[in-house]
């Protein structure tokens, strides 16, 4: 990780010195006075290590769409045009040259799925396009410099009433992913973002355990999941079916060169306005944990579904009968 990250880490090693510091005089003191006794130290400290190991045993993600091997478990949300044969969709590269080989390296594997559920096709934006303005009925997936934000990736996902969703957008934020970050962690980045953009969620958040070897799986050593592992193709075939008979190739045309794949039309231009006006008042990251931040949130549409260390998904309502989701993979 670069030295952005590992500011934000030795700030939150001080911050939690400082407590422990704190609590120890305070413990002293307590003794000292005879407000506490050490058989109250004691008792405190098994309730502690009980509930460090109830976290570290958890699955932080239960009870949004389900995380872990169990392959019924997804966000609950999947692709308006799935029809119980697989889905097919296509996916608009709108990076820049130096993302080029991770963004084709994530759409073969996603494609090489087995069970095989997607059927992927690729087309080339115009031009780079670090807005990544969405693209109703498809994937887009770019790349920039989006300053501070406390997230490396993010997928931004639109869906209705039933849980179709209608557009996403991947984002790899070069703030982070730049020239000091390792090529690992920006495949890893590709291939998670991708992933949300299917309607997948997290396979693990415990930082502690073994790497699943599957790029939804939140670790410390990344190159162990760079790749999309049988779990989530699993889940892709709960989701979606397995595709049958003929399939298409896997085609990447020139930028500019317009997809061939059918768009379904569906979506209100006012949905993505809608959601383009409230992202802007949406923080994320550290910059969220303040009290007044949180406020803001809540009072611009916004509620906090889930945080961890590593990961929040936010929802907001846009009216109409359509939502939109923020799920970003913090530093």
Known sequence: MNRRSNNKKCSTCRCLLMTAVLGGIGVG???????????????????????FTDIIDSDPFAGYGGTGTN???????????????????????????????????????????????????????????????????????????????????????????????????AKMNEYYLDDGSSDNEKQYTMCHEIGHGFGLAHTDENFM?????????????????LRPGSVNYEKLAVMYGTVCGNRRQLSSPLRGQRSQQLQIEGTPAWVQQSFREKKRSLVLGAAADCDDTRNKNLINGWTLLHKGDFGEIHHVDLGGGYYGHVKALLV
């Open 29 to 51: 003191l307590g003794l000292y006075f005879g407000l506490i006794t050490h058989q109250d130290i004691k008792d405190a400290a098994g309730a502690v290590k009980d509930r």
């Open 71 to 169: 392959t019924n478990a997804t966000t609950g949300l999947t692709w308006r045009n799935a029809n119980g044969k697989g889905l097919d969709l296509d996916i608009v590269n709108a990076l820049d040259d130096r993302w080029a080989g991770f963004f084709d390296v994530a759409i073969e594997d996603w494609e090489s799925g087995d069970p095989d559920a997607l059927t992927l096709t690729t087309s080339m934006a115009n031009a780079p396009d670090s807005s990544c303005a969405a693209i109703d009925g498809k994937m887009k997936v770019c790349n920039g410099d989006y300053g501070n934000t406390g997230w490396r990736g993010v997928n931004e996902l639109v869906f209705d009433g039933k849980n179709r969703i209608q557009t996403s957008v």
């Open 209 to 225: 355990n073994t790497p699943l070897g599957d790029c939804l799986d939140y670790t410390k050593n990344v190159e162990p999941n």
